[in-house]
């Protein structure tokens, strides 16, 4: 049995708070569970309940910016299938953005967010009813790009209009993501683990999008604003401790 789109992890954007845990597990038969659509527009995670509990929890390694950044660095939250196994999650470096951001306080947030997603081929569910999705490059790249709109507001945009907006746009991340090889994406070379490793990437009026695979297997996403990507490496995490 073969699944639709294959390359979008059933998880909402990495900024949705626990209290509303994603579903992972969808048929093909079942084009209304379509994975990787975001239940609401919840508010990020307050700070005080990020813990790393679920990140030591993961069997894959956790990617960050390398050494080359010198600023603040911050949990946010992993992304669990049906059974509880993490599949993805994201570190903060720089200033810790809102949604709000420049607009409530007239100073430009600049942050870049790692998303590290775990390489799941395609599988059987648990049930034997359906096939698991499997994860790609796409997968992390939908991620960053629904991160991003999380943290992003129109100008003069009506606070009631965004829910309507974020939908929208939200699925135009999904289709952006399902067409790397299209024209809105250009080739970018950045180092992870010390190595050169090429990255679908692309701007926007509210920041950028990137996301490529590493040699160990697992896919990364990253987004950010106000600071260059093109200055930007990866490394493994060796120790979560330094991430407040």
Known sequence: METTRSSRVGAQPAEIPAAAPPQTEHTAQDPQGAPGQPQDTAAPVPAARRTAEGYLSADFPWYGLDGAFTGRRWLMQVGTGADGTVE?????HGDEPSARGEIATGEKERFAVVITVASNPLRRSGDGTGTLEATSVSSAAWLAGSGL???SWPGQMDHSLRSDWLDQQTEAAWELADDLGGEDWSTLSLP???EPTPFHY???EFGWVLAGSTPGGVHLGAYGRGMSAYGIGFSVIADLAVYE
Do not use: A
């Open 88 to 92: 993805h999650g994201s570190t903060g």
């Open 149 to 151: 709109l999380s943290y």
């Open 192 to 194: 992870v683990d010390g």
């Open 202 to 204: 692309r701007e926007s």
